[in-house]
């Protein structure tokens, strides 16, 4: 079931819909069964936040002339004040500085 999930979520986590509601109605499994699996990781809805910052980590050093603005909204969040807060808080820079650090 976790594996099934996970493969889930990677397909659509570009999506900014996306979220641990919308994973337990697309594959009809249990509140309890799912969250209790996730528990680990801080929640279905952390996995998820942490998978999206993961990726948009390699998106900034990746494409480093895209906007800031467009890797957010590419891996699925919704505001660019949002994204930089849960940024900032993951990796204790901001997204620019990030960036900065690794392309030097």
């Known amino acids: 079931m976790v594996n099934q999930v ?7 986590l570009c999506d900014d819909e996306l979220s641990p509601e ?7 499994l ?4 799912l969250y209790r699996q996730f528990q680990c990781e801080g ?4 996995y998820i936040r942490d998978l ?6 390699d ?3 990746r494409y480093p002339h895209a906007l800031v603005l467009e ?7 919704k505001s660019a004040s949002v994204f930089t807060r849960a940024f900032r808080r993951a990796y204790g820079m901001a997204p ?7 392309g030097k």
Do not use: M
């Open 22 to 28: 919308r994973v337990l109605s697309a594959l009809q």
């Open 71 to 77: 890797i957010a909204f590419g891996v699925g969040f």
């Open 43 to 46: 929640g279905l809805g952390a």
């Open 96 to 102: 620019q500085e990030y960036r900065a650090l690794a």
């Open 30 to 33: 249990p509140r309890s069964t």
């Open 6 to 12: 996970r493969r889930y979520v990677h397909a659509h």
């Open 59 to 61: 998106d900034l050093i």
């Open 52 to 57: 999206r910052l993961r990726h948009a980590a």
